[in-house]
T-cell receptor, first 112, second 114 residues
Framework: NAGVTQTPKFQVLKTGQSMTLQCAQDMNHEYMSWYRQDPGMGLRLIHYSVGAGITDQGEVPNGYNVSRSTTEDFPLRLLSAAPSQTSVYFC???????????FGPGTRLTVL | AQSVTQLGSHVSVSEGALVLLRCNYSSSVPPYLFWYVQYPNQGLQLLLKYTSAATLVKGINGFEAEFKKSETSFHLTKPSAHMSDAAEYFCAVSGSSGANNLFFGTGTRLTVIP
C-alpha cells in the first residue's frame, strides 16, 4: 500500500492564482481531511469528509474548497491564493470512529 | 469543544535521560487522545493513542503515555532518550463519540544532547 500520497511536494504561486493540491489514499478509508501547519500553531483542520459526496468545514475553511467524488481522492482547491495561505498542507485519512489518522508527506506552498 | 495545551515548545535532554513531554486537554466529551511525531520535512506518524481502554498506553519506539482524568493530562514519556528521538511531538484530542476531527497542540521540539 502506498498509504496517503500528496502532490505536488512544493509549489510557488503568485497572489490571485488558483491551484489544486492532490491527495489520494489506497486504504479504503471513509474519513479524509486537510490540515495546514504554521510555525508555533500546530496543525489546524481546514476541511474534512466522512465519505464520497460528503464534506464539511473545519477550523480554518476560508479561501479553500474541497470535493469528494471517490473514496480514494480528496483534492483541496485554492481559488485565489493569498500570502496568508503560505503554509505546509497535510492530508490525512482514517476509518470513521476516531482510531487515529494516517498522514501524507505534505505540500509546502509559498504564495508571493 | 476540545483543545490541547502542550507545556514547553522546546525540551532538551541528554542521551540516556528520561523524556517527559507534557500535554493537558480540555474536552466536553470523553476524549480520544493521540501523540504524533514529526521528523524534519516529513509528515506526522502516530506514536500512540488512548481510546478509553487501558489508561497506560504503550506506543512505538519505547514511548508510553498515561491518561489521568483527574489531572486532564496525557503526558508522553520514554525512560531513556536516543539521538533518533530528536523530532517535534504533537499531542491531539478528538471526541470519543466517533468524531475523527483532531485538535492539535502547538508542538514540542525535542533535542537530544549527546
Amino acid at each position: 500500500n502506498a498509504g496517503v500520497t500528496q502532490t505536488p511536494k512544493f509549489q510557488v504561486l503568485k497572489t490571485g492564482q488558483s491551484m489544486t493540491l492532490q491527495c489520494a489514499q489506497d486504504m479504503n478509508h471513509e474519513y479524509m481531511s486537510w490540515y495546514r501547519q504554521d510555525p508555533g500553531m500546530g496543525l489546524r483542520l481546514i476541511h474534512y469528509s466522512v465519505g464520497a459526496g460528503i464534506t464539511d468545514q473545519g477550523e480554518v475553511p476560508n479561501g479553500y474548497n474541497v470535493s469528494r467524488s471517490t473514496t480514494e481522492d480528496f483534492p483541496l482547491r485554492l481559488l485565489s491564493a493569498a500570502p496568508s495561505q503560505t503554509s505546509v498542507y497535510f492530508c490525512a485519512s482514517s476509518y470513521v470512529g476516531g482510531g487515529g489518522q494516517f498522514f501524507g508527506p505534505g505540500t509546502r506552498l509559498t504564495v508571493l | 469543544a476540545q483543545s490541547v495545551t502542550q507545556l514547553g515548545s522546546h525540551v532538551s535532554v541528554s542521551e540516556g535521560a528520561l523524556v517527559l513531554l507534557r500535554c493537558n486537554y480540555s474536552s466536553s466529551v470523553p476524549p480520544y487522545l493521540f501523540w504524533y511525531v514529526q521528523y524534519p520535512n516529513q509528515g506526522l506518524q502516530l506514536l500512540l493513542k488512548y481510546t478509553s481502554a487501558a489508561t497506560l498506553v504503550k506506543g512505538i519506539n519505547g514511548f508510553e503515555a498515561e491518561f489521568k482524568k483527574s489531572e486532564t493530562s496525557f503526558h508522553l514519556t520514554k525512560p531513556s532518550a536516543h539521538m533518533s528521538d530528536a523530532a517535534e511531538y504533537f499531542c491531539a484530542v478528538s471526541g470519543s463519540s466517533g468524531a475523527n476531527n483532531l485538535f492539535f497542540g502547538t508542538g514540542t521540539r525535542l533535542t537530544v544532547i549527546p
